[in-house]
């Protein structure tokens, strides 16, 4: 194994926050992500309107007019946030860019510090000097709320949301990134200010800086970005909270307007990110609907037409396997049941050299040009660190180049069927004999065992 | 071999330019910062191209959506799937349709020689059978589902049929179930002769390797072919001036009811220069007034009536030009009420020299950040060769740019007559 290279020289500061820094001339940009950590709980949808709020003014450029016209004078500099989620762990996620000193012509990184620094810990305030004004709160709540009723209009995705709200009921891991519409709705102005209280004293917090920066330069920006104060960092909990699988597998169709079909089945697995088999499991995913080398685009839509999008993504701090199809309502049973066969080639390792090689080289080519991205490498980065995996590209790399096919076969065996959905506009026939139809709601029925 | 250098001193950036004996042009970026090699072929035939006429031929009528099939049917070759010859080689592939161009595209990690030689013979020999394109109509007519359920789809559709009344831009790219329904291998065969032709090709790649690596490798590759005549892009509509439609209202399954308002602009016919002006003075325009400091979009966004999804768009070519504001409100009528009014406000009084400034330093920043990603300087160049520019041109045009120029193209943009207005409702029972 060759020696580790440390993709991030990382740094411990007071006050619960986590200096990562990866310098390279490689960017015409230095890139800030500042990530919050909380649990995924019942504070998520207010916690999840703050950025939001955070992005219509600051102490010293009260309104959003102020915030961009500023962005636009630092030469398009950019600076947002928004929620996400991996596993059971709820993240602020807060994104600034801005072109290099040398591009300016004037020193960008103090001021982005400043400006970064102002926008987290000195939002705009009401007249009474009530930091976060109520006229925003409510607007941005408003949005939000209308943003999760709209997740319809997407009906890939809104069949990801179903089939995950169903699939994961009695876990914590169903809530979504934003909240619930209900909760989102509910909301006072008090539970958005607390949040944000909260955020700003208790949330340990991660800043990932990629660009021509020495660590010198990114210890500064840290210090003048942070209030360090009487922090008291809180424990976000685990990233992983446990899994509640059902009892075998549930088929559940709902109806909407849809002309095509979309069939979306979850899978769990007991490999996640820090398990030694998780190399297997990213090759298995290769393998299966990963990447346009795997079974899933060559038999189901190369060799059978079904479909012209189909593909599997790996929730590696979960441990689920999500598998989504775009067909005609007709096929659901002929793709069902083939994908399920693909599964089964791969636990059984019916898997050509050819295959395998192909499916080493996607994930490692993907690996290589991780460093040509700002994005990509915080991310991986980010990742890793919130489940205590090292990033390390070139130890993942070497890990993927010795999989094997009894590996992926056993990676393969880990994953298992849990719950089937299916968004359609008429009623077909199911895979299950005793496939419930129901509308808006799910059902367990026995589906395929 | 013709040989130049077009230098960005600002952003310290070589650009290698090479026009071949067959007719290619090819643009290269050394990055030795980066691991990724990125590499674009594209030919000037899309969607828009309805019709094929060789030499003294009379024209025939191409069935609606057959650019995007030669483009699935492109990566199928002799040797198998491209996806997996490209991936055996640590590279990953793509390939993109639009009105007026056809993208081949591939990112590696290694063997960059290899993997363009593979793009170059992948997209020269075609290799096409009964079999194989009859298999592709199923596959394409899932992803033609796949968008007719895509609300953003739908609505841009309705924008660019209620604007225009014959120009095939108002046509869908992929076409529908039934023209594709017909495409054998025959056609296929001759429109892949005619149109992708390296005359009328042009190639941009970006690469830690020599630029010599490129250069070579198209000349050994390319060198060795013979090509019959091109053909060259014929679209002669009579398209006028003004909207096909002022209104149009559609019901959609979408939770919330969506607004496009889009706007005719006269077609860039000369293009070059010419074009690359007009696309700037709008884009900065446009940015003025509906960007995320947009005098128009942000009152809008402070009363609730408009999110952050609110998007504009502008897209010119030599035979179109159009642009495209909207997004998701409560109240579309009021919405079109208000952008309606502020528009004529916005013609009427002009924008300040201070926000065309401001946005020109913006353009400064995002210009640079382009060169940020391989993808990006490849996709930039191709663009401008397209145009007929280059990326000196957008430079000097950028810098050059006066609020008076600005405000004359939002004149020329906003004129009542060519705009058109599509409103799409909530279908009933359609959300939960």
Same mark, same amino acid.
């Given at each position: 194994?060759?020696?580790?290279?440390?993709?991030?020289?990382?740094?411990?500061?007071?006050?619960?926050?986590?200096?990562?820094?990866?310098?390279?001339?490689?960017?015409?940009?230095?890139?800030?992500?500042?990530?919050?950590?909380?649990?995924?709980?019942?504070?998520?949808?207010?916690?999840?309107?703050?950025?939001?709020?955070?992005?219509?003014?600051?102490?010293?450029?009260?309104?959003?007019?102020?915030?961009?016209?500023?962005?636009?004078?630092?030469?398009?500099?950019?600076?947002?946030?928004?929620?996400?989620?991996?596993?059971?762990?709820?993240?602020?996620?807060?994104?600034?860019?801005?072109?290099?000193?040398?591009?300016?012509?004037?020193?960008?990184?103090?001021?982005?510090?400043?400006?970064?620094?102002?926008?987290?810990?000195?939002?705009?305030?009401?007249?009474?000097?009530?930091?976060?004004?109520?006229?925003?709160?409510?607007?941005?709540?408003?949005?939000?709320?209308?943003?999760?009723?709209?997740?319809?209009?997407?009906?890939?995705?809104?069949?990801?949301?179903?089939?995950?709200?169903?699939?994961?009921?009695?876990?914590?891991?169903?809530?979504?990134?934003?909240?619930?519409?209900?909760?989102?709705?509910?909301?006072?102005?008090?539970?958005?200010?607390?949040?944000?209280?909260?955020?700003?004293?208790?949330?340990?917090?991660?800043?990932?800086?990629?660009?021509?920066?020495?660590?010198?330069?990114?210890?500064?920006?840290?210090?003048?970005?942070?209030?360090?104060?009487?922090?008291?960092?809180?424990?976000?909990?685990?990233?992983?909270?446990?899994?509640?699988?059902?009892?075998?597998?549930?088929?559940?169709?709902?109806?909407?307007?849809?002309?095509?079909?979309?069939?979306?089945?979850?899978?769990?697995?007991?490999?996640?990110?820090?398990?030694?088999?998780?190399?297997?499991?990213?090759?298995?995913?290769?393998?299966?609907?990963?990447?346009?080398?795997?079974?899933?685009?060559?038999?189901?839509?190369?060799?059978?037409?079904?479909?012209?999008?189909?593909?599997?993504?790996?929730?590696?701090?979960?441990?689920?396997?999500?598998?989504?199809?775009?067909?005609?309502?007709?096929?659901?049973?002929?793709?069902?049941?083939?994908?399920?066969?693909?599964?089964?080639?791969?636990?059984?390792?019916?898997? /050509? %050299?050819? @295959?395998?090689?192909? =499916?080493?080289?996607?994930?490692?080519?993907?690996?290589?040009? *991780?460093? &040509? !991205?700002? #994005?990509?490498?915080?991310?991986?980065?980010?990742?890793?660190?919130?489940?205590?995996?090292?990033?390390?590209?070139?130890?993942?790399?070497?890990?993927?180049?010795?999989?094997?096919?009894?590996?992926?076969?056993?990676?393969?065996?880990?994953?298992?069927?849990?719950?089937?959905?299916?968004? /359609? %506009?008429? @009623?077909?026939?199911? =895979?299950?004999?005793?496939?419930?139809?129901?509308?808006?709601? *799910?059902? &367990? !029925?026995? #589906?395929?065992? | 071999?013709?040989?130049?250098?077009?230098?960005?001193?600002?952003?310290?950036?070589?650009?290698?330019?090479?026009?071949?004996?067959?007719?290619?042009?090819?643009?290269?970026?050394?990055?030795?910062?980066?691991?990724?090699?990125?590499?674009?072929?594209?030919?000037?035939?899309?969607?828009?191209?309805?019709?094929?006429?060789?030499?003294?031929?009379?024209?025939?009528?191409?069935?609606?959506?057959?650019?995007?099939?030669?483009?699935?049917?492109?990566?199928?070759?002799?040797?198998?799937?491209?996806?997996?010859?490209?991936?055996?080689?640590?590279?990953?592939?793509?390939?993109?349709?639009?009105?007026?161009?056809?993208?081949?595209?591939?990112?590696?990690?290694?063997?960059?020689?290899?993997?363009?030689?593979?793009?170059?013979?992948?997209?020269?020999?075609?290799?096409?059978?009964?079999?194989?394109?009859?298999?592709?109509?199923?596959?394409?007519?899932?992803?033609?589902?796949?968008?007719?359920?895509?609300?953003?789809?739908?609505?841009?559709?309705?924008?660019?049929?209620?604007?225009?009344?014959?120009?095939?831009?108002?046509?869908?790219?992929?076409?529908?179930?039934?023209?594709?329904?017909?495409?054998?291998?025959?056609?296929?065969?001759?429109?892949?002769?005619?149109?992708?032709?390296?005359?009328?090709?042009?190639?941009?790649?970006?690469?830690?390797?020599?630029?010599?690596?490129?250069?070579?490798?198209?000349?050994?590759?390319?060198?060795?072919?013979?090509?019959?005549?091109?053909?060259?892009?014929?679209?002669?509509?009579?398209?006028?001036?003004?909207?096909?439609?002022?209104?149009?209202?559609?019901?959609?399954?979408?939770?919330?009811?969506?607004?496009?308002?889009?706007?005719?602009?006269?077609?860039?016919?000369?293009?070059?220069?010419?074009?690359?002006?007009?696309?700037?003075?709008?884009?900065?325009?446009?940015?003025?007034?509906?960007?995320?400091?947009?005098?128009?979009?942000?009152?809008?966004?402070?009363?609730?009536?408009?999110?952050?999804?609110?998007?504009?768009?502008?897209?010119?070519?030599?035979?179109?030009?159009?642009?495209?504001?909207?997004?998701?409100?409560?109240?579309?009528?009021?919405?079109?009420?208000?952008?309606?009014?502020?528009?004529?406000?916005?013609?009427?009084?002009?924008?300040?020299?201070?926000?065309?400034?401001?946005?020109?330093?913006?353009?400064?920043?995002?210009?640079?950040?382009?060169?940020?990603?391989?993808?990006?300087?490849?996709?930039?160049?191709?663009?401008?060769?397209?145009?007929?520019?280059?990326?000196?041109?957008?430079?000097?045009?950028?810098?050059?740019?006066?609020?008076?120029?600005?405000?004359?193209?939002?004149?020329?943009?906003?004129?009542?007559?060519?705009?058109?207005?599509?409103?799409?409702?909530?279908?009933?029972?359609?959300?939960?």
């Amino acid at each position: 194994m060759p020696d580790s290279d440390p993709l991030f020289t990382c740094e411990e500061l007071e006050g619960g926050l986590r200096l990562h820094v990866h310098r390279t001339r490689a960017f015409k940009t230095v890139t800030a992500q500042i990530a919050l950590h909380a649990p995924l709980d019942e504070g998520t949808a207010a916690r999840a309107v703050v950025p939001r709020v955070l992005a219509r003014g600051t102490r010293t450029l009260p309104d959003l007019r102020s915030v961009q016209v500023e962005l636009d004078r630092l030469f398009g500099a950019a600076l947002s946030g928004d929620a996400r989620k991996f596993g059971e762990r709820h993240v602020l996620h807060f994104r600034a860019s801005w072109v290099t000193d040398r591009l300016a012509g004037m020193p960008l990184l103090d001021r982005m510090a400043d400006f970064v620094g102002e926008y987290l810990f000195e939002p705009a305030v009401d007249d009474d000097g009530t930091p976060l004004r109520t006229r925003d709160i409510e607007q941005e709540r408003k949005m939000l709320a209308d943003e999760a009723a709209a997740i319809i209009d997407d009906k890939g995705r809104y069949a990801r949301f179903r089939l995950i709200e169903t699939m994961c009921s009695s876990e914590a891991y169903a809530r979504p990134a934003i909240g619930r519409r209900a909760e989102i709705e509910a909301l006072t102005v008090g539970d958005v200010r607390d949040a944000w209280q909260e955020l700003v004293e208790q949330a340990p917090m991660d800043l990932f800086l990629v660009g021509d920066v020495e660590m010198a330069s990114a210890r500064r920006f840290a210090q003048r970005f942070w209030r360090a104060g009487n922090r008291r960092p809180a424990d976000p909990g685990p990233t992983f909270a446990g899994a509640v699988p059902g009892d075998g597998a549930r088929t559940v169709r709902e109806h909407a307007r849809v002309g095509q079909a979309k069939l979306d089945m979850g899978f769990r697995t007991s490999i996640r990110l820090g398990d030694p088999r998780a190399p297997a499991l990213a090759v298995f995913n290769a393998l299966f609907g990963g990447t346009p080398v795997g079974k899933l685009f060559k038999i189901v839509r190369e060799r059978e037409s079904l479909c012209y999008s189909i593909s599997s993504v790996v929730e590696r701090t979960k441990g689920l396997v999500f598998v989504h199809a775009g067909i005609d309502e007709t096929d659901f049973t002929r793709a069902h049941t083939l994908i399920l066969e693909q599964l089964d080639a791969l636990r059984a390792g019916e898997v /050509a %050299e050819t @295959e395998m090689e192909l =499916a080493r080289e996607m994930i490692l080519t993907g690996l290589r040009t *991780a460093r &040509d !991205a700002p #994005g990509l490498l915080i991310g991986f980065a980010l990742e890793r660190t919130l489940n205590g995996v090292a990033p390390d590209l070139e130890r993942l790399a070497t890990a993927i180049a010795a999989v094997t096919i009894d590996d992926v076969a056993e990676a393969a065996r880990t994953v298992q069927l849990d719950t089937v959905f299916l968004l /359609a %506009e008429e @009623e077909a026939p199911t =895979a299950s004999s005793a496939g419930n139809d129901t509308s808006n709601e *799910a059902s &367990d !029925a026995k #589906g395929r065992a | 071999m013709n040989r130049s250098v077009l230098l960005d001193p600002a952003l310290d950036e070589e650009i290698h330019r090479c026009e071949f004996a067959s007719g290619l042009t090819a643009y290269v970026v050394r990055k030795p910062g980066f691991t990724k090699s990125y590499a674009a072929l594209a030919a000037p035939y899309g969607s828009i191209d309805t019709t094929l006429r060789r030499g003294g031929e009379t024209a025939t009528l191409l069935p609606d959506g057959v650019a995007h099939f030669l483009e699935h049917k492109v990566f199928e070759t002799k040797d198998g799937d491209a996806f997996d010859l490209f991936a055996a080689r640590g590279a990953s592939a793509n390939a993109y349709t639009s009105f007026s161009s056809t993208r081949y595209l591939f990112g590696s990690s290694r063997d960059y020689a290899g993997n363009l030689r593979l793009l170059l013979d992948t997209v020269f020999d075609l290799f096409v059978t009964d079999e194989n394109v009859e298999k592709e109509k199923g596959i394409i007519g899932q992803e033609i589902a796949m968008y007719d359920d895509d609300p953003d789809w739908r609505l841009y559709f309705g924008g660019l049929t209620a604007l225009y009344a014959h120009h095939p831009v108002r046509i869908d790219i992929a076409g529908t179930a039934a023209t594709i329904a017909g495409i054998g291998p025959d056609l296929l065969r001759s429109i892949h002769a005619a149109y992708y032709h390296p005359r009328r090709m042009v190639l941009a790649a970006v690469s830690p390797d020599p630029v010599e690596a490129t250069f070579d490798t198209i000349e050994q590759s390319l060198g060795g072919r013979s090509f019959g005549e091109p053909a060259e892009r014929e679209i002669d509509v009579d398209e006028p001036r003004a909207a096909a439609q002022a209104e149009a209202r559609m019901e959609l399954p979408v939770a919330r009811p969506r607004l496009l308002l889009g706007f005719k602009d006269v077609p860039p016919k000369a293009g070059g220069r010419v074009q690359l002006r007009q696309e700037l003075a709008t884009a900065v325009a446009l940015d003025c007034l509906f960007g995320n400091s947009g005098s128009i979009f942000l009152p809008l966004y402070e009363e609730g009536l408009v999110d952050e999804h609110f998007s504009c768009s502008y897209e010119a070519d030599r035979t179109y030009a159009f642009g495209m504001i909207g997004g998701e409100t409560d109240d579309p009528d009021r919405l079109r009420g208000r952008l309606e009014g502020d528009l004529d406000c916005a013609a009427r009084d002009g924008i300040s020299a201070d926000d065309v400034e401001r946005v020109r330093n913006k353009e400064v920043g995002v210009y640079a950040r382009a060169f940020n990603a391989p993808e990006a300087i490849a996709n930039l160049l191709v663009q401008h060769h397209l145009r007929g520019t280059t990326v000196i041109d957008y430079r000097e045009e950028l810098f050059a740019l006066e609020a008076e120029a600005v405000n004359a193209r939002l004149r020329e943009l906003l004129q009542p007559a060519s705009r058109a207005c599509v409103i799409a409702t909530p279908r009933s029972g359609a959300a939960s």
